[in-house]
Structure formats: structure tokens, C-alpha cells
């Protein structure tokens, strides 16, 4: 698939034991490092009082939201709009294989009026340190080049459960895994989608209603076009082509030009079934790889318009898994991050063929 990393992992010897198909992975459930409820801050004191909402921490890994990967680690940061507000960062390391809580969820307080049509204006709350309003991020995490991770939050956190978005708080937010920073992007991004960084670094931003090319520094948009990737996509620089979907029969299959600058068509494709959009692997020369409800595996070849169907068994549930299925660097394997936080870390060995 890529280069091979050197050294061998946690990760590295369970994936000699691993078997093709779907491998949990034991001990390696998140639950156990999660906040819970009577839950202080070492420093400041505040407790989870202004962003639990209606369920808590669990939605870190049960919300609409993804991860990203990169070469040693898993990171995800992930609420719902009035289920969770905290917008802390947990990695699942490879080297040990296990998960460790790495920044404190920010306390909010109110702060933006929010006018109603109906009703009387609604304050919203924000955090107190500067950091980012956590709520849904869908498919958008995804790696830039120089390593930080990009986040696009359309859906921010809102006690009384009302969905606000962009016309009132920062929306695209980049986080270093290294200094644990958080800054906001130059450009804010907004709507319901899945991002994948093209082969020259661009980003491509496929919402649920059209889709953006971005610069690699995320300051600026190249090209917009209509038509859909939805809540996660993956993009093969091969063929230049990106695929995606929603949790529908019906997929998007976008072609960009040789400078990967411009969205040069798109086309709407008629799956097998309905396919969830917790992955959209990439395989390489136009294949791509899509997880259906019960982790069966759908190949699609874009430039041949095919599909083959492959069953593995063991696999966790996958119907509300949001990009949370990720090829993981240097290896052969996927991983699956559950819906539910007391599953183990599920590792994907496939039996198709992939060249990324």
C-alpha cells in the first residue's frame, strides 16, 4: 500500500495474528479513558456542568463524527450539537495500543445572541479559552501535509438542541498533534461533509450539497461544484477521482482535473444497496472500497463502473460509524474505531487487492 514504518508496534504484532476480515482487537476500548460526569479540571477547577448536554462523553466515539489517522496515532475529538459539548482530543497510540486523553475539554460559557424568527433569541455557548465550539464534525477530519489535522464543525454544541451554524462561530479549526494547539483556519469552511487531501495537497470539502477544493494552507477556494460526496469520502490520485456518500443507495463520484485544482465533473452512481458512510476506502486505480451495514465490503471501480460484494465475519456495527474505518499508514490493515465506546479497536485485514 505505502511505505512501510519502521519498528514494530503493538499495533504491529496484533496484526501478525490477525486473520482476513474484521479482528477485534481486546482491551482497546476507548470507555475506559472517557470523562465522566463528577469529572474536574486538574487546574481550573470547572466541572462538566456547561458541556455534558443530554448524553456526555460516550458521544466522542457515538456521534455524527469522524477521525483522523496519521502514522503513529488515531485522533478524534467528537460531540453532538445538544447530546456533548466537550472538544477534547483522545489518540489511540500504535506503539502501545491503547488510548490516552490528551487536552482537557474547554469550559463554555454564554456569550452569542442568537436571533430566532420564532421566539424569543437564544445565547450560545462558547469556550472560555479559545479553543474550538465542538459539536458534529462528520467526515471533515483529515490530515494536511504538514501533519496538523483540519476539522470542520457545522453543527456546534447547543443545550437547548437547536441546530445553529456558520453565521455565528468559527467552523474550521486546525489542531497539532504535536503541541496539542488548536488555531482556527484562515478560511471558514462550512456544511455537512467529508474531506480527503488530494494528491498536491489540496483539499477537497464534499458537503451534502456541492462540493470545494481548498489550498493545501487552507486559506483560500479554488472551485466549487454541485452534486454531493456527502459525510465521508475518499479521493485516488491516480485516477483523480473522489467517491462518496451518504447513508443511501445512491453515491457521488466527482473527477478532478490534472491540476487538481478544478472539479472537473461529477456523476451520480446507483449502488448495490444502501451503504453507510462510516468509510470510503481508497484502493487505488479508480477502486475504492465502502463499508455496508453489517461490515460487508463493497468494491467499486469508478472507472469501470463494477461493484463485488465481500462478507467477513466479526465484524462490529458499522451502520453508525461516521469515518471512523480508515486505512492505517504503512500497513495493510484498516481501523475501525466502534459506535459504541465499550467495543474494542477493530483492525480490517482485506483480501482485495489495494495499491495506495
Known amino acids: 500500500m505505502s511505505e ?105 460559557v454564554p456569550a452569542v445572541v442568537i436571533p430566532r424568527k420564532n421566539g424569543p433569541p437564544v445565547k450560545l455557548p462558547v469556550p472560555d479559552d479559545g479553543r474550538p465550539l465542538r459539536g458534529h464534525v462528520y467526515g471533515s477530519p483529515v490530515v494536511l501535509s504538514d501533519g496538523r489535522i483540519l476539522t470542520i464543525n457545522p453543527v456546534p454544541f447547543c443545550q437547548v438542541g437547536i441546530m445553529y451554524f456558520d453565521d455565528y462561530v468559527q467552523n474550521a479549526w486546525i489542531f497539532d498533534p504535536q503541541t496539542l494547539d488548536e488555531v482556527p483556519a484562515t478560511l471558514d469552511i462550512v456544511g455537512l461533509g467529508g474531506c480527503a487531501r488530494l494528491g498536491n495537497n489540496n483539499i477537497l470539502f464534499g458537503s451534502s450539497r456541492n462540493m470545494r477544493v481548498v489550498d493545501a494552507g487552507v486559506t483560500r477556494i479554488l472551485d466549487r461544484h454541485s452534486g ?103 500497513r495493510d490493515v484498516a481501523i475501525c474505531v466502534p459506535h459504541q465506546p465499550t467495543d474494542p479497536v477493530h483492525i480490517l485485514k482485506p483480501d482485495f487487492p489495494v495499491d495506495v
Not at 11 to 37: H, K, M, Q, Y
Not at 97 to 102: A, F, I, L, V, Y
Not at 252 to 271: F, H, K, M, P
Request: contains cysteine; hydrophobic residues 40%; charged residues 20%.
Open 4 to 108: 512501510r514504518v519502521p519498528g514494530r508496534t503493538a499495533l504491529d504484532r496484533f496484526i501478525e495474528r490477525c486473520d482476513v476480515g474484521w479482528n477485534a482487537w481486546p482491551g482497546t476500548a476507548i470507555a475506559s479513558v472517557l470523562i465522566d460526569r463528577s469529572w474536574r479540571h486538574p487546574i481550573r477547577g470547572y466541572g462538566t456542568e456547561s458541556f455534558w448536554g443530554i448524553v456526555g462523553s460516550r458521544c466522542v466515539t457515538s456521534a455524527w463524527s469522524g477521525m483522523a489517522v496519521t502514522r503513529d496515532a488515531v485522533w478524534i475529538s467528537n460531540g453532538g450539537h445538544a447530546d456533548y459539548g466537550g472538544n477534547e482530543w483522545y489518540a489511540f497510540h500504535f506503539a502501545q495500543g491503547e488510548w490516552r486523553r490528551e487536552t482537557h475539554p474547554s469550559r463554555l
Open 228 to 330: 454531493s460526496l456527502g459525510f465521508a469520502c475518499g479521493y485516488d490520485p491516480v485516477s483523480r477521482i473522489a467517491v462518496g456518500g451518504l447513508w443511501s443507495p445512491r453515491i457521488g463520484v466527482a473527477t478532478l482535473d490534472e491540476t487538481e485544482t478544478r472539479i472537473a465533473s461529477y456523476r451520480s452512481v446507483q449502488a448495490p444497496v444502501r451503504l453507510t458512510y462510516c468509510a470510503v476506502l481508497v484502493c487505488g486505480e479508480g477502486r475504492f472500497a465502502l463499508i455496508g451495514a453489517d461490515g460487508d465490503v463493497w468494491l467499486y471501480d469508478a472507472l469501470r463502473d463494477e461493484w463485488q460484494q465481500r462478507r467477513y465475519p466479526g465484524a462490529p456495527p458499522t451502520r453508525l460509524v461516521n469515518n471512523k474505518i480508515q486505512w492505517v499508514p504503512g
